[in-house]
């Protein structure tokens, strides 16, 4: 039987790269790519800011026919610099309704939102495929109580999540949908001096019951 955590290839920073068998690659937030595989099927860009949008690792990641849900500022880029046909690019906004691609994703924008990240600015994604559902939460502080397999939460401490070892447990306790796994993320490598915020937080947070993975690359 699956498991919901099978097609989740590569996490690094921002960036999670799904391969789901018999179906779609997805990437959310491509980020320091090793290879330019050029098979993503759709390509989601939280926010505009360098480490999630890199214009780079997209140029490595997009092949032909890649869709693409991103801002305003990402979508012009791609148009202008990319040369990408406007009909494969679907804007994040906070009255977008649920986004379905011809790959077989569905994604729902959700508010993401800091000091750092204001609302509007950014976005988390909940994205629904292979029989599963993978809420991508992006940089910010507050987390939408929604239903999912896999919860991805960024626990830096220094841009997003401050007290991470507080805000994360106390949010995650008192959601009424409780996420099936949680998947620290952005942290370690590209941000110094936080490569042990995953390992404390899924201690902490195996304590209160709650199964965690880690998962991600420096």
């Known amino acids: 039987m699956m498991d919901a955590l099978d097609c989740v290839d590569l996490v690094r920073h921002g960036m999670v790269r799904f391969r789901v068998p018999g179906g779609p690659v997805v990437y959310t937030d491509p980020f320091q790519l090793e290879k330019a595989p050029h098979d993503a ?3 989601v860009v939280t926010h505009s800011h360098s480490d999630h949008f890199s214009p780079d690792d997209l140029r490595k990641a997009a092949g032909p026919d890649t869709c693409f849900a991103v801002t305003a ?8 610099e990319m040369g990408v046909n406007p009909a494969y690019i679907s804007l994040l906004t906070p009255a977008a309704p649920d986004l379905v691609f011809e790959c077989g994703v569905v994604l729902t924008p959700l ?3 800091n000091k750092n990240h204001p609302l509007g600015f ?7 495929m ?11 502080d ?16 220094l841009y997003n999540m401050l007290h991470y070892m507080d ?4 949010q995650l306790a008192a959601m009424d949908h409780k996420p099936g796994v949680v998947v620290p993320y952005h942290y ?9 915020n995953g390992p404390r937080l899924a201690e902490k947070l195996k304590g209160m019951g709650f199964k965690v993975k880690l998962l991600c690359r420096p």
């Open 41 to 43: 099927d759709l390509i």
């Open 167 to 170: 805000q994360i447990p106390d």
């Open 111 to 113: 508010a993401a939102e």
């Open 130 to 140: 292979g029989g599963f559902s993978y809420y991508v939460a992006g940089d910010t």
């Open 142 to 157: 507050v987390l939408s109580d929604v239903a999912c397999d896999v919860l991805f939460v960024p626990c830096d401490g």
């Open 188 to 196: 370690a490598g590209y941000m110094e001096g936080t490569d042990q």
């Open 122 to 128: 950014g976005f988390g994604a909940l994205l629904e």
């Open 73 to 80: 500022p990402v979508a012009d880029w791609l148009t202008g």
